[in-house]
């Protein structure tokens, strides 16, 4: 059992850390998780190691250009080693903009104050949706190319192809 620590407040503490920016977001991983952390955020990825999460969310910062998330906790619970969250995640972006707003359950295990086992769930539906709705609200009217468009653009073998041409 964890003694001589206030689970509830170092859990709090870990989401608040999330929002000033992604080093801040960084470094609550670091100093909360252990260094064989299992961390299984259905339907997303399981890592098992601090290194992977940290990974991961470097990951989704490149890709989804997460920068910070505001967590509001719905409700926290402990008993034991555990602590049980419902919260939302409104993940951002560098300049403020909105990913997704995503309710998340959550159960976190502890040893001598430190994480090392995290489940959470939340649909995938949603994270989609969010996230197809802010890149679609963002679009001034009548435009057709989206910011990540360059990204997506097919190669050029497959332009010709559809062009009728061959590779």
Excluded at 22 to 43: I, K, V
Excluded at 109 to 130: I, K, M, N, Q, Y
Aim: hydrophobic content about 40%; aromatic content about 8%.
């Amino acid at each position: 059992m964890t003694r001589g620590y206030d689970l509830e407040a170092r859990t709090r503490e870990f989401f608040e850390a999330w929002e000033p920016s992604f080093e801040s977001m960084l470094g609550a991983f670091e100093n909360l998780m252990g260094q064989r952390c299992r961390w299984d955020q259905r339907p997303m990825i399981l890592t098992r190691s601090r290194r992977q999460a940290l990974i991961f969310l470097k990951i989704a910062h490149a890709t989804l250009r997460l920068a910070t998330a505001r967590v509001d906790l719905v409700s926290i619970a402990r008993d034991g080693d555990t602590v049980y969250t419902r919260r939302i995640d409104h993940l951002r972006r560098p300049n403020g903009d909105l990913i997704a707003s995503l309710p998340v359950t959550g159960v976190l295990r502890f040893e001598d104050g430190a994480l090392v086992d995290w489940r959470e769930h939340f649909s995938v539906w949603t994270l989609l949706t969010e996230v197809l709705f802010h890149l679609v609200k963002r679009r001034p009217a009548g435009s057709v190319e989206t910011e990540f468009d360059s990204d997506l653009r097919p190669h050029p073998l497959m332009r010709q192809e559809r062009a009728g041409g061959r590779p």
